[in-house]
Every structure is written in structure tokens, then in C-alpha cells.
């Protein structure tokens, strides 16, 4: 797993389900780690936070699935 990546694309969810609607508002994104292109989870968004494709973030942890989670930087 890269500890550090770029956003190549996302969407910041403000309606959810049950099961996420404590991270509302999230960002779900594809990283870019410079091997591999995947769907994960970004911490560390608030409204009005600012983020862009190509802004850098870095490796925080697994989900309880063992899906990758990044942070912003």
C-alpha cells in the first residue's frame, strides 16, 4: 500500500445511508498511488474544506473491511 497518493477524481457525498450517514459530508474518491487507480474512502473533509483532482493525501488506514482510507494533507 502507498502511503501517499493524489486525487484523480471525486464526489463529496452529503446525503447518505444509514450506515454512513455519521460521515456526512465524506469524499469518496479514486486515488492514484502511481501503480494503481482505486476507490476509497477521504478523512478529514468539513464543509468548505478545499480539495481538487490532483491534491495530494496519504495512506491513514483500513476500513473494517480492509479498505484503504486517506487523509488529506
Known amino acids: ?3 501517499k497518493g493524489s486525487i484523480y477524481t471525486y464526489s463529496i457525498v452529503r446525503s447518505a445511508t444509514e450506515a454512513f ?8 474518491a479514486l486515488v492514484d ?3 494503481k487507480r482505486q476507490a ?3 478523512d478529514g473533509y468539513t ?3 478545499p480539495v481538487s483532482i ?10 473494517d473491511r480492509g ?3 486517506y ?3
Open 71 to 73: 487523509r488529506l494533507q
Open 21 to 28: 450517514k455519521a460521515k456526512v459530508p465524506y469524499i469518496v
Open 47 to 49: 464543509d468548505g474544506t
Open 1 to 3: 500500500m502507498a502511503k
Open 54 to 63: 490532483g491534491m495530494e493525501v496519504e495512506y491513514s488506514h483500513d476500513d
Open 67 to 69: 479498505n484503504p482510507v
Open 33 to 35: 498511488d502511481g501503480s
Open 40 to 42: 476509497c474512502l477521504v
